[in-house]
T-cell receptor, first 114, second 113 residues
């Protein structure tokens, strides 16, 4: 099935650094979601975006819904050790819950170097 | 509060055997999702149910896969016969009515030899 392209695939950063990752698609999505997956666990929803151009924050996390509706961005400020994990974007074509199908990105693995 | 419960957590089986994965969603949630995660294909939706009724099973890879939800508190994903390429982590998730968040279970790690 289709996947959303995420970049970078992996990041190695030092604690305290800011992190930026993005997700792109060749087609339009009307809802963008960002998830985090810790080792051995299922993904957990971080942020949901519903409008093109929308900028939403959740603590140190900020995500944006791209104007073209074909991309989204996630930023993490002042990274801490518990930010380690895999971050997934996900898109849904319809803006409501009538179409539940989510397309997930390929993931960005974040590692913090001691 | 108990989250989504999946069993078994790990399963190792031989090719050709039947595999049954189980899921207990969070009480009160009316949507249930089965996902498969592999390195090659990432996280894929297999099937989802609303109010115990299958809504979209277009992600089910082939006839060897079947899913049921006999009541609001239990669902199964069955693979018969299993093949090595079915090796993956299978997640179950549930969602409350008209809310965005899907709550994922811890997953079942399946290895088919």
């Amino acid at each position: 099935g289709q996947q959303l392209n995420q970049s970078p695939q992996s990041m190695f950063i030092q604690e305290g650094e800011d992190v930026s990752m993005n997700c792109t698609s060749s087609s339009i999505f009307n809802t963008w979601l960002w998830y985090k997956q810790d080792p051995g666990e299922g993904p957990v929803l971080l942020i949901a975006l519903y409008k093109a151009g929308e900028l939403t924050s959740n603590g140190r996390l900020t995500a944006q819904f791209g104007i073209t509706r074909k991309d989204s961005f996630l930023n993490i400020s002042a990274s801490i050790p518990s930010d380690v994990g895999i971050y997934f974007c996900a898109g849904r074509r319809r803006p409501n819950f009538g179409n539940e199908k989510l397309t997930f990105g390929t993931g960005t693995r974040l590692t913090i170097i001691p | 509060d108990a989250g989504v419960i999946q069993s078994p957590r790990h399963e190792v089986t031989e090719m050709g055997q039947e595999v049954t994965l189980r899921c207990k969603p969070i009480s009160g949630h009316n949507s249930l999702f089965w996902y498969r995660q592999t390195m090659m294909r990432g996280l894929e939706l297999l099937i989802y149910f609303n109010n115990n009724v299958p809504i979209d099973d277009s992600g089910m890879p082939e006839d060897r896969f079947s899913a049921k939800m006999p009541n609001a508190s239990f669902s199964t994903l069955k693979i018969q016969p299993s093949e090595p390429r079915d090796s993956a982590v299978y997640f179950c998730a549930s969602r409350p009515r008209q809310q965005e968040t899907q709550y994922f279970g811890p997953g079942t790690r399946l290895l088919v030899l």
